[in-house]
């Protein structure tokens, strides 16, 4: 009877583990792969992203015309390489050889991946107005993450760049949007010097192309030399390296971000450079940088908008455009030292 008794409790906890694990087993088994973070939409439809933190702070983006705009930034343009390589990273998330950690309503929350309660929502919009939505959660470890996607049950832990999606509008910016190539630049003016491009006649002869230094030849690019057609001091040579460097500064400028500072109000600060550029195609550009304290304030004729700029770029601008730079004293000889 003993025996009976314990064989019968052994048969009872084998029949309880049984159906505990059929019961999980089912749950989990229902949405198990990541199929269901598939994003039903063409990466080349969607035409809104909007993502949203836990603090409520959110960023809107918007393609029209052929371009990517920030509209909580009053249309200003955003990075499209930035977003490309987002898109393709929420693409990627459906070949991840995952399966559900989780199915529960309790999970969501546990995760952060609850409608109303997550790390970052997500929302894709298309051409034909349908929406899907990803929910970022808690992170279980380097790169990886909690996900689910809006309206499914399965949470999954998958890798995804996190940083990629970012709620702040200036992670967005263009920041190149004030760069022009070298080789556009005709014509600078700084100060009381003015410097021009001077197209290469091209009637040089063979010896006097054979007496041209390697970075002559190189500094021409087929474009012509810079010459200095004012300056208070024309008794020293412009420096034609110095003269190229301005170009490849305004081609690689940056800015850091948008500044609160209003285009249209006095900036309480000590107006350190204008610099007026011309294009190729007569455009004409002019810049104002600004400093106050240890910061600078970059204003130009064709935004109405006030840059704020790295010190690093601002002072690399500002040496670039120095007479000392341009015009510097003829060098000693090595035997004069």
């Known amino acids: 009877m003993k025996l009976n008794v314990k064989s019968l409790s052994v048969l009872l906890v084998v029949q309880l583990l049984l159906a505990l694990g059929i019961f999980y087993g089912k749950q989990l088994t229902s949405t198990s792969n990541s199929e269901d973070l598939i994003v039903n939409q063409a990466l080349g439809e969607i035409k809104e992203i909007s993502i949203t933190d836990d603090l409520d702070s959110s960023?809107?983006?918007?393609?029209?015309?052929?371009?990517?705009?920030?509209?909580?930034?009053?249309?200003?343009?955003?990075?499209?390489?930035?977003?490309?390589?987002?898109?393709?990273?929420?693409?990627?998330?459906?070949?991840?050889?995952?399966?559900?950690?989780?199915?529960?309503?309790?999970?969501?929350?546990?995760?952060?991946?609850?409608?109303?309660?997550?790390?970052?929502?997500?929302?894709?919009?298309?051409?034909?107005?349908?929406?899907?939505?990803?929910?970022?959660g808690s992170s279980p470890g380097l790169d990886r993450v909690h996900i689910r996607k809006g309206g499914e049950d399965g949470i999954f832990v998958v890798k995804f760049p996190t940083y990629e999606a970012s709620s702040s509008s200036s992670s967005w910016l263009d920041k190149s949007i004030l760069q022009v190539p070298s080789s556009d630049i005709v014509y600078i003016k700084t100060g009381d010097i003015i410097?021009?491009?001077?197209?290469?006649?091209?009637?040089?002869?063979?010896?006097?192309?054979?007496?041209?230094?390697?970075?002559?030849l190189n500094l021409m690019e087929g474009l012509g030399s810079w010459q200095a057609t004012k300056s208070d001091d024309q008794s020293r040579p412009l420096n034609q390296e110095a003269a190229r460097e301005i170009t490849k500064q305004i081609e690689r400028l940056r800015f850091t971000n948008l500044s609160d500072i209003d285009q249209y109000n006095k900036l309480n600060s000590e107006e350190v450079l204008v610099l007026i550029l011309q294009l190729q195609d007569e455009t004409e550009i002019k810049y104002i940088l600004n400093k106050h304290e240890s910061n600078y304030y970059l204003r130009t004729s064709d935004w109405d908008r006030v840059f704020s700029i790295g010190s690093?770029?601002?002072?690399?601008?500002?040496?670039?455009v120095s007479k000392e730079v341009l015009f510097p004293a003829e060098a000693l000889a090595p035997n004069e030292e």
């Not at 393609?63 to 987002?86: G, V």
């Not at 690093?312 to 670039?320: F, K």
Request: aromatic share 8%; no cysteine.
């Open 59 to 136: 960023v809107q983006l918007l393609f029209r015309d052929n371009e990517w705009l920030i509209t909580n930034e009053n249309d200003f343009p955003a990075d499209s390489d930035k977003i490309s390589n987002f898109l393709e990273s929420i693409n990627s998330l459906s070949s991840q050889s995952v399966s559900a950690v989780a199915v529960t309503e309790g999970a969501r929350n546990r995760f952060k991946v609850a409608d109303n309660e997550f790390s970052k929502r997500i929302k894709l919009t298309s051409v034909a107005n349908t929406g899907e939505e990803l929910y970022l």
């Open 312 to 320: 690093y770029t601002a002072e690399r601008l500002l040496e670039s």
């Open 195 to 216: 410097l021009e491009r001077k197209s290469e006649s091209g009637t040089d002869t063979s010896e006097e192309k054979i007496e041209k230094t390697i970075s002559e």
